[in-house]
């Protein structure tokens, strides 16, 4: 086990810049999730810490030590690949033991390892086939046994679950996270499913083409976006980012044109930013679950404002009915109670949780505090 | 339903015609086949008074015999028996060789690409149009050079190297296909370079290599050009050899006994073709459709 440094990361292919200066830090035993549009960079990030891909500029360091121009083998690292890569002339148990049986290690000693982990991951019955008889599922299994092997100070994960269909892609996720929970070993995680980064991660680094736009714990990434796109990115449904104006009337007042609908106007909560907008239009962002109906509105804080929203579309969901509100030229989406009493194509009050809401300049795409 | 009962006899006429034209080409390839067999089993009178197409009156294997061990070719008559075991000597080494080097060279140029890979692969593949002939003379000095000029050797060398254009085509297209992660998980599994291609990439390179080692073996076997311009006396190949026999000016023309040769000749490359003619499709067919 061991912590890891990704200190001013450049990457370039001959004239394309792939990745651009990326500083990260996760402490020993912790869970980092890369996540990001595809093409961001998280496989190329990735593969530098494993050392397939040398670095163009900057510095890698695992346990304190720099890896910088170290064989992939002497970095004390294992990886699963998004396609596995079993090698597929070798059984299961020699696909678990080549690693040892390169470096030597003596046949008992190889097979009290592949016992070891082959019972960790209940995979003993598949040891004497070959990866083309196995499903997704085992043969996902076996990666992860070809990588737990080596017992290494940091395991790379590169979308090990997205050739799996959505049901085993769930348990396996689980299985990860009681993996990481048992071992402790530090692990760096790569998935373009904000879902995957969320449940699993100790920490998030949120990439954009090869830029790290943040980096901090899921509920910094989720309650407090740097930027719209990291607000933008991270939720299922993602944030809800509607046009309002900054008023002055008597404290600071947001106005959302509705166009044919009356507007909808909400007292601004506390944020200092704000006042330095009043007559300009910024971004209002609230998460669909802080757009709700007034009975299922978290009643915990005084900031619930009610106002009244034409309801497009309803879509229940079961354990929730999302419901697809036009507020002017946008479409806000809210997620109402399973038994929330809504009818598509009414004016309907919903409450609108302003604790949670946060405010971006449209220009910039930051933040306002 | 209305669908496929009028799709269902225009299909069987489409086959029928299918298979007619097939048959016919089967016959046409096979043609000369025949009448080289069964001309090889003839009594040269039975040739001379009969027909080329008709069954031998009196079957008889000894033009078989003599083309093997007795016939006259050259000065000496040794049949084709010494002539067989020089090709052998040739072909065996360099199509092992050029299929290694083919291997090898797809491997680097694939999943260890340099700077100017392309360009070196570009030649490689101008090789394969290189017309035998303008390299005769070249080719002829180097061998003078370094003192390989008409031996076995020599023409190993040459073989060699004209048939690494075609195999590292071959291999390259197969090995463009090989996931790259697979090459990765062994090099953090410390697997070294030779490791890497011995027991990853070799043990799934059945089908590329059995269509690689027909490919060279018929060429290498049937060339003519080279055999006729590098080798010596002891060194002849069995196509330059055949042409000796049936080219001799003494005596009769043993029709039979150039007939059985032929066959003799032939034979090699037929039997690598129906052993592994299998292979060689599916090998084909691999490479296309992943490609
Ligand atoms: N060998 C390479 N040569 C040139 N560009 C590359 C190479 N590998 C990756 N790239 C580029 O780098 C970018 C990041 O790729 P990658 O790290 O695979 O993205 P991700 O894993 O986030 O989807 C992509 O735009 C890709 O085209
Ligand atoms: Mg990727």
Avoid at chain 1, 312 to 337: C, H, M, N, Q
Avoid at chain 2, 33 to 57: F, H, Q
Avoid at chain 2, 119 to 139: E, K, T, Y
Avoid at chain 2, 205 to 234: C, E, H, K, R
Wanted: hydrophobic share 45%; net charge neutral; with cysteine.
């Amino acid at each position: 086990m061991a912590s890891l440094t990704i200190d001013n990361l450049h990457k370039s292919y001959g004239a394309t810049k792939v990745l651009k200066g990326i500083n990260i830090e996760i402490e020993d035993g912790g869970f980092l999730v890369l996540v990001g549009p595809s093409g961001c960079g998280k496989s190329t990030l990735l593969n530098t810490i494993a050392g397939l891909e040398e670095i163009t500029e900057g510095d890698i360091r695992i346990g304190g030590t720099s890896v910088a121009g170290l064989h992939p083998s002497k970095r004390d690292i294992a990886m699963v690949f998004q396609s596995y890569a079993l090698y597929p002339n070798m059984t299961v148990a020699q696909n678990i033991s080549f690693g040892m049986e390169i470096r030597k290690i003596d046949k008992p000693t190889r097979e009290a390892a592949i016992k070891r982990v082959a019972d960790v991951l209940q995979i003993e019955e598949l040891l004497k086939r070959k990866p083309s008889q196995l499903s997704g599922g085992q043969r996902q299994r076996v990666a992860m046994g070809r990588a737990l092997v080596r017992d290494p100070q940091v395991f790379l994960f590169d979308e090990p679950l997205s050739n799996l269909d959505a049901k085993l892609r769930v348990d396996m996720r689980t299985e990860i996270k009681r993996l990481h929970q048992r071992m402790g070993t530090t692990i760096v995680y790569v998935t373009h499913d904000q879902i995957e980064a969320l449940t699993l991660a100790t920490k998030i680094a949120v990439l954009k083409a090869g830029e790290l736009q943040q980096f901090g714990t899921p509920d910094e990434i989720y309650n407090d976006p740097i930027n719209m796109f990291v607000a933008e990115f991270m939720g299922s449904p993602s944030m809800n980012l509607l046009d309002c104006d900054v008023t002055n009337e008597d404290g600071l007042m947001l106005r959302l044109a509705g166009g044919q609908y009356p507007d909808v106007v909400l007292p601004a909560p506390d944020c200092d930013g704000l006042a330095r907008y009043v007559g300009q239009t910024v971004k209002l962002g609230v998460r669909p679950e802080a757009l709700t109906d007034p009975e299922g509105a978290n009643r915990s804080t005084d900031r619930i404002v009610e106002a009244m929203c034409y309801i497009d579309v309803v879509e229940p969901a079961g354990s929730d009915t999302f419901a697809v509100a036009k507020i002017g030229a946008f479409e806000a989406i809210a997620r109402l109670r399973a038994d929330a009493q809504i009818t598509p194509g009414e004016l309907t009050p919903l409450a609108f949780n302003m604790s949670k809401a946060v405010f971006f300049d449209p220009a910039t795409q930051q933040r306002i505090r | 339903m209305s669908h496929s009962e009028n799709a269902a006899p225009s299909n069987k006429l489409v086959r029928a015609l299918i298979y007619t034209v097939l048959i016919f080409f089967v016959i046409y390839y096979l043609l000369p086949l025949y009448v080289m067999l069964v001309n090889s089993v003839k009594t040269l009178e039975d040739i001379r008074t009969g027909n080329l197409m008709a069954l031998p009156k009196l079957l008889t294997f000894q033009p078989w015999r003599d083309a093997w061990s007795n016939a006259q070719i050259g000065v000496e008559a040794t049949g084709l028996k010494p002539y067989f075991a020089n090709s052998l000597m040739i072909v065996v080494p360099a199509v092992a060789l050029s299929t290694i080097t083919g291997a090898l060279n797809g491997y680097v140029l694939t999943k260890y690409r340099f700077p100017g890979a392309d360009i070196v692969f570009g030649m490689l593949l101008l090789s394969c149009f290189i017309p035998f002939q303008i390299v005769l003379i070249p080719a002829a000095r180097i061998l003078g050079l370094i003192g390989w000029s008409g031996t076995i050797q020599g023409l190993i060398l040459i073989h060699f190297v004209y048939g690494i254009g075609f195999s590292t085509l071959f291999f390259r297209n197969y090995y463009a296909a090989f996931p790259t992660e697979l090459i990765r998980a062994a090099q953090i599994d410390g697997a070294s370079f030779f490791q890497i291609f011995r027991r990853i990439l070799l043990p799934s390179s059945g089908p590329i290599i059995v269509v690689t080692v027909i490919w060279q073996f018929t060429n290498q076997w049937n060339d003519f050009l080279f055999g006729a311009s590098f080798s010596g006396y002891t060194s002849t190949p069995i196509t330059v050899a055949l042409n000796n026999l049936v080219n001799s000016s003494t005596g009769v023309k043993e029709y039979n006994v150039h007939f059985a040769g032929a066959v003799l000749a032939a034979l090699p490359t037929l039997i690598v073709y129906i052993v592994s003619g299998r292979y060689f499709v599916r090998g084909l067919m691999a490479g296309a459709v992943k490609g």
